[in-house]
């Protein structure tokens, strides 16, 4: 029932029953005055009149408060039963939800969200505290998010600048046997080299930062066009492996087309560089998801890649020029689509990977 309707209901009956009341205090008052001389005369069928008795000082005085007693209740009988209306409706209506919502937003402001609202009915003030409590989920949804992204963000910094030290050593030592003038060809190869790795680096940290500002624009994509991309991005990238590729020729998805085939070229060339002759891919429709599986008949991932998930800065040699960042992007644009990606190893051999977009997702 919403809050108007309660309102006018309880005042209504606050006002039937103080009208209920003002009756009995009338005839209360009437029944002791008729217990009292009122005086005057009485005139007789005959026509003869009688004098009555008049009432003496202290009756009168009696009967002049019984007087002021029954004006006065016409007064406060119905402003009584108004004002109990209003806080019965106070207490039954508003007393519960306000103090749910003064809760709250205490808690908010003391940046405590791991809390709930309860909704105690279907009112006004109760979709009001739902509204609050959606409110709450999306700022503990979003704190955590940012939380999340200033974690990867010090762990990658402290990555990127773990990763940079062995560079920077090498060309301080090479540095130093320039200046004391020993000829060395092989040094300005290593200073070249170094100086690479480190530009390498620079962007690689550069393309992360791209990868997390980026924005999702979903559009309509028939199945048959991912097809023929992955056809032509596994030619491309695997031109020397068998290629085993299922993917549903009718339908369309809503999709993301660039994110769609920037994390299938960096899982197709990821497992193109560990496969030892096949690789395998195939697009599934899940209810509101599509998944892309990729997986190869290489050595399969490391324990630790498994656990913990991809990061960048870590490769399986340490000579790669990749620095795992393959999968570490795949793995932020399947989260920014509202998906994942999933890293596993088949029972038998090789690795498989798994993206995960949701086709319902609403950036």
């Not at 006018?8 to 103080?18: D, E, H, N, R, Y």
């Not at 480190?198 to 028939?222: C, F, N, R, T, W």
């Not at 490391?302 to 399986?316: D, K, V, Y």
Request: a positive charge.
């Amino acid at each position: 029932m919403g809050l108007k309707k309660s309102f006018l209901l309880l005042s209504l009956f606050c006002l039937i029953a103080a009208f209920l009341l003002l009756g009995i205090a009338i005839l209360i008052c009437r029944g002791i005055m008729t217990g009292y001389p009122s005086g005057g005369v009485e005139i007789l069928s005959d026509g003869s009149v009688i004098p009555l008795p008049e009432p003496t000082a202290a009756q009168q005085r009696v009967l002049t408060i019984l007087n002021i007693i029954q004006m006065a209740c016409c007064i406060i009988f119905p402003v009584g039963g108004l004002l109990t209306s209003v806080a019965l409706f106070y207490h039954i209506k508003l007393k519960q939800p306000i103090g749910i919502l003064r809760d709250g937003i205490t808690r908010i402001q003391n940046n405590d969200l791991d809390f709930s609202l309860p909704v105690s009915s279907n009112d006004e003030m109760g979709q009001l505290c739902a509204a609050f409590e959606v409110m709450r989920r999306e700022l503990l949804k979003t704190n955590r998010l940012l939380w999340q992204q200033a974690e990867e963000r010090k762990r990658l910094n402290a990555a990127f600048s773990h990763d940079l030290r062995n560079p920077i050593t090498v060309l301080k030592g090479t540095v130093k046997l320039l200046r004391q003038g020993v000829q060395d060809d092989q040094a300005i190869n290593r200073l070249e080299g170094y100086t690479l790795r480190i530009e390498q680096y620079v962007e690689a940290m550069s393309s992360v930062q791209k990868l997390e500002q980026l924005s999702v624009h979903p559009q309509k994509i028939d199945l048959s066009v991912l097809q023929n991309e992955l056809q032509e991005t596994t030619r491309l990238l695997a031109n020397t492996k068998k290629i085993a590729l299922s993917c549903p020729l009718v339908g369309e998805v809503l999709l993301d087309h660039g994110i769609f085939l920037t994390v299938a070229e960096n899982l197709i060339g990821n497992a193109a560089r560990f496969a030892k002759s096949k690789l395998s891919i195939e697009v599934v429709l899940e209810k509101d998801y599509l998944l892309l599986k990729i997986s190869d008949d290489g050595p399969g991932y490391p324990p630790t890649l498994i656990q913990n998930g991809p990061r960048p800065f870590e490769t399986a040699s340490s000579n790669s020029s990749h620095f795992g960042m393959g999968l570490y992007s795949s793995q932020l644009l399947c989260e920014k689509h509202g998906g994942k990606l999933i890293l596993k190893n088949q029972s038998l051999a090789g690795a498989m990977a798994i993206a995960v977009f949701q086709l319902s997702f609403k950036p």
